[in-house]
């Protein structure tokens, strides 16, 4: 019996010495708001990297600043794997020109097994919003964080706050999973997108909610078997497959699913964006399912002939093929007569199209009125409830 107590208190003594724990303080972080912490963070990680054993980075209560862009590199770590846990709130510059031409704020580069949870990252673009909106001559601005070349990737109960520019980006990433993610932007902020997708594969995005001034979620060219469930978006510019087509040999997009997410008055909801140009692209096995559309101004959209502003348009042929794309339980209100338009174009054809159980009303002045679909060079079936009337 003696024997086997000391045998199961090895194992929880192992068990304990299994991680090993860095905290930001520790090398000289301090959560006052004004000290400039982006080199003990930096510490932190290349200990945590170096370690043997599972690491922790904590970050206790407060207000770190990191005053110019960082980027924690997984090249060479030896740790199997790093948590971040966050219970502070990290702040950029108010002078957003110290990140503004960085690309990201925050970078993790080629690292595997890296969890980010809870915390606040707050990057004060409202400045550089203003500067955009001006019609100044500005910086593009910063991505808060981008995740680049990446695999085995949790993001777990994270506030972003008043990016620059995208929230969060993943960018050739292999299985990732975002869950409880809380983002913030005025509803007026240029190019704030929420979460933006590129060339990935694997990517999971759960229980979030988004609001922003332009795509909650948007998915570049490149994606493969995402599954988005249970966001919240608005304001915003909806969750958008898109835009594709820009270049000739340009990676497709295949095997995505949206289900029960709900849009709030958004420029739209649901959504295919293709340039009208030559393009190898591709869109394959969406499904759109189990969507609530409150007042939003295009719940269900194809354009195939996407120009923003309508400045410098390529009015060519959209080389983009779009098939096999379900639209099921999609239900709410349109803040346009035309809730359904399918945009395709006459070279290209979409095909595969389904509509099952679609139900939007037009509300105007209050009052909900019959809504109406629009179609142009899409073909496929329709089913069950159609309010507005199917035009395929």
């Given amino acids: 019996m ?20 860095y905290n930001v303080a520790s090398f000289g972080a301090k959560g006052d708001g ?26 206790p209560t407060g207000t770190y600043l990191i005053a110019k862009a960082i980027t924690f590199a997984g090249e060479k770590c030896q740790s199997g794997s790093i948590t971040i846990r966050i ?51 500005c910086p593009s601005g910063a991505t808060t964080l981008g995740i680049y070349n990446s695999k085995n990737i949790v993001i777990s109960g994270l506030k972003s706050l008043n990016s620059q520019m995208f929230h ?13 993610v809380s983002i913030s932007a005025s509803g007026s902020s240029p190019n704030t997108d929420g979460i933006h997708l ?10 979030s909610k988004i609001t922003t001034g332009d795509d909650c979620i948007s998915i570049g060219p490149g994606n493969s078997n995402l599954w988005i469930e249970s966001v919240a978006c608005g304001p915003g510019h909806g969750i958008s497959i898109g835009s594709l087509g820009w270049e000739l040999d340009e990676p497709g997009v295949q095997n995505i699913t949206v289900t ?68 099921e339980d999609i239900h709410g209100t349109s803040a346009s007569l035309v809730a359904v338009k399918l945009d395709c174009n006459q070279g290209n054809p979409c095909s595969g199209i389904r509509l099952k159980d679609v139900n939007l009303n037009y509300v105007r002045a209050g009052k909900p009125q019959p809504a109406v679909s629009s179609c142009a060079y899409a073909q496929g079936t329709a089913s069950g409830i159609l309010q507005p009337t199917s035009c395929l």
């Fill in 198 to 207: 590129m060339s990935s594969t694997g990517v999971t995005i759960v229980n």
């Fill in 168 to 180: 969060i980006l993943l960018d050739t990433c292999i299985n990732a999973k975002l869950q409880g």
């Fill in 2 to 21: 003696k024997i086997v107590f000391l045998v199961i208190i090895a194992l929880i003594s192992s068990s304990l010495a299994a991680k090993v724990t």
């Fill in 87 to 137: 219970y502070g709130t990290l702040v950029a510059p108010f002078d957003y020109d110290a990140i503004a031409n960085s690309g990201d704020w925050i970078r993790f580069h080629r690292v595997s097994h890296v969890t980010i949870s809870g915390g606040t990252l707050d990057a004060r673009g409202g400045s550089l919003w203003s500067c955009k909106t001006s019609g100044k001559s």
């Fill in 34 to 59: 004004n000290t400039d912490s982006t080199k003990a963070f930096l510490s932190a990680w290349s200990s945590a990297c170096n370690s043997t054993k599972s690491a922790v980075i904590y970050v």
């Fill in 260 to 327: 029960r997410a709900t849009f709030r008055g958004t420029q739209n909801g649901v959504r295919i964006k293709t340039w009208a140009r030559a393009s190898h692209g591709f869109v394959t096995g969406a499904v759109f399912q189990h969507v609530t559309m409150v007042n939003v101004s295009n719940p269900i959209i194809i354009e195939q002939n996407y120009c923003p502003g309508n400045n410098n348009c390529p009015d060519q042929v959209s080389g983009v093929r779009v098939k096999d794309v379900v639209y």
